[in-house]
Structure formats: C-alpha cells, structure tokens
C-alpha cells in the first residue's frame, strides 16, 4: 500500500473551505466510489482501494491517504491530480 500526505496552505474562510472540500469529496465519490463522512473539521474518505481524510486546519488542508493494492501503481498520477484540484479550488 502507498501513502500520500499532502499540505496545501489557503487563505479561505472556514466556511469556504469546508464548501470546497466538500465538493471535491462529492467528485472523489462520483469518479472512485469513495463515501465522505464528515466528523468536527475532517472528512473521512473510504471506498475500494483508498482510505483517507481531509482536515481543515486554520489557513492549511491537511490530506492523508492510504491507496490501495491498484491505485498504489498510480501513486504519483493520484498525489498530483490531488494537488491540482487544491491548487485550483483553493488558491
């Protein structure tokens, strides 16, 4: 299994982040059948393959994953499409 950590620093409110987040959860569901359950400031991301969460903290978005035996081989092509969509939804 690989793991992937991610920081991205932001200058969003709570509140818009947290919006953000939550769309880029839907989409994860949509493409990769991942369910996102939201406890306190995290989501909690799991589906076949991918185990994970995402924290917002004060002005960053801390993002952990665990993939799976076939999206271990894509490791690279999933961390950075990953940091592409923080790049563009929260910058």
Do not use: K
């Amino acid at each position: 299994m690989a793991r992937i950590e991610i920081v991205h620093l932001h200058t969003r409110t709570p509140d818009e982040a947290r919006r953000i987040i939550d769309g880029i959860a839907a989409q994860l569901g949509e493409r990769f059948g991942v369910a996102g359950t939201w406890r306190g400031d995290a989501v909690t991301l799991a589906g076949p393959g991918l185990q994970g969460q995402v924290e917002l903290l004060p002005s960053q978005v801390r993002v952990t994953a665990e993939l799976g035996f076939l999206l271990s081989a894509l490791r690279g092509q999933v961390e950075a499409e990953i940091r592409r969509v923080l790049g563009e939804r929260l910058d």
